[in-house]
Structures are given as C-alpha cells and as structure tokens.
C-alpha cells in the first residue's frame, strides 16, 4: 500500500478508509485542492476544483478546474460539466473554511446528481462542515464511517 508522505496534508485514516474502500482508477472530484491531492493522484483519478490560483496543477496528474469565488464560492460557471462525469467520490475539503465551505449546498441543491454517490466531508465537526454534513443527512444519506480524531472527517452514502 501506497502511504501519503510525512507532511502530506491527507489525513492518514481517511487515505487508508480510501485504499480500502475504493477501486483504483475511481473518479475522485475534490472541492479544494493541496498537498494530499498528489497522494490520491497516485492511486485514482481525480479532479480538483480550485479557487485559489497557486494550488492550480500542485498535483501534476489531477485535473484542474480553476474555479475563482464568486459570491461566497466556487464560481457556479466552471462547475457546469460536474454532473456530465460519474463520480465514485465526492471529497469535500475547499473553500477554506473562512470563505466558507456550507456555500456548497445552494450549488448541491441544484445539482443532486454530481452528489448521487459517497461523499467525504472533511472537518465536519466545525461549523461550516457541520453544515452541509446536515443537508446531505436530510436528503437521505447515512454516516458510514466516522472519523473523530485530531482530523475529523465523515463518509456518507
């Protein structure tokens, strides 16, 4: 098994949950991109939705879609090929958390179907996280795994 580096901000429980539970070759769609994104890269494919400028092609082999905010998130404009892809996994883990990820759920709303399969939310015991962990608990999906360690983060079906 292929671990993530030291230094790696991929949280060591959730790429082993991953390695365990997905095939290789599965489409990753990633809502934030950083160091981890090279880890999952090495296993999956995976395609990063960005905001920020300089963590555009961090990892060579992730596909990038550059997404500046827009009133409070990714610009909806260059999210409009998401639902075109089927997706193994959603991990949701940007916009930073002072920008706000809950911006994410009028976006979901509109497009159920990008969300139709797991979906990791990262940090879901703070607030921002913690609300889009609630909207997708409402639409009918169910914890399956629970990560509340030093880096918390949840796998809903």
Same mark, same amino acid.
């Not at 901000?9 to 769609?29: H, R």
């Not at 090279?38 to 999956?44: D, H, P, S």
């Not at 990892?59 to 639902?83: C, F, G, M, T």
């Not at 159920?112 to 879901?124: G, I, R």
């Given at each position: 098994?292929?671990?993530?580096?030291?230094? @790696?901000?991929? %949280? @060591?429980?959730?790429?082993?949950?991953?390695?365990?539970?997905?095939?290789?070759?599965?489409?990753?769609? +990633?809502?934030? !991109?950083?160091?981890?994104?090279?880890?999952?890269?090495?296993?999956?494919?995976?395609? !990063?939705?960005? #905001? %920020?400028?300089?963590?555009?092609?961090?990892?060579? %082999? !992730? +596909?990038?879609?550059?997404?500046?905010?827009?009133?409070?998130?990714?610009?909806?404009?260059?999210?409009? %090929?998401?639902?075109?892809?089927?997706?193994?996994?959603?991990?949701?883990?940007?916009?930073?958390?002072?920008?706000?990820?809950?911006?994410?759920?009028?976006?979901?709303?509109?497009?159920?179907?990008?969300? /139709?399969?797991?979906?990791?939310?990262?940090? #879901?015991?703070?607030?921002?996280?913690?609300?889009?962990?609630?909207?997708?608990?409402?639409?009918?999906?169910?914890?399956?795994? +629970?990560?509340?360690? /030093?880096?918390?983060?949840?796998?809903?079906?």
């Amino acid at each position: 098994m292929i671990l993530p580096q030291d230094g @790696i901000a991929l %949280d @060591i429980t959730l790429w082993k949950w991953l390695c365990e539970n997905l095939a290789e070759a599965a489409c990753i769609l +990633e809502f934030g !991109s950083g160091r981890g994104t090279t880890a999952l890269t090495t296993r999956w494919q995976v395609t !990063s939705v960005e #905001h %920020d400028e300089k963590w555009v092609g961090v990892a060579p %082999d !992730s +596909e990038y879609i550059h997404a500046p905010v827009v009133a409070n998130w990714y610009d909806h404009r260059k999210l409009q %090929d998401l639902n075109r892809q089927e997706w193994d996994l959603i991990l949701i883990d940007g916009p930073t958390l002072a920008i706000g990820r809950e911006n994410l759920i009028p976006w979901a709303k509109k497009h159920p179907e990008v969300f /139709s399969t797991l979906v990791v939310v990262d940090d #879901h015991t703070l607030k921002g996280p913690q609300q889009i962990l609630k909207y997708f608990l409402q639409q009918g999906k169910q914890v399956i795994y +629970e990560n509340a360690g /030093s880096h918390p983060w949840v796998v809903l079906k």
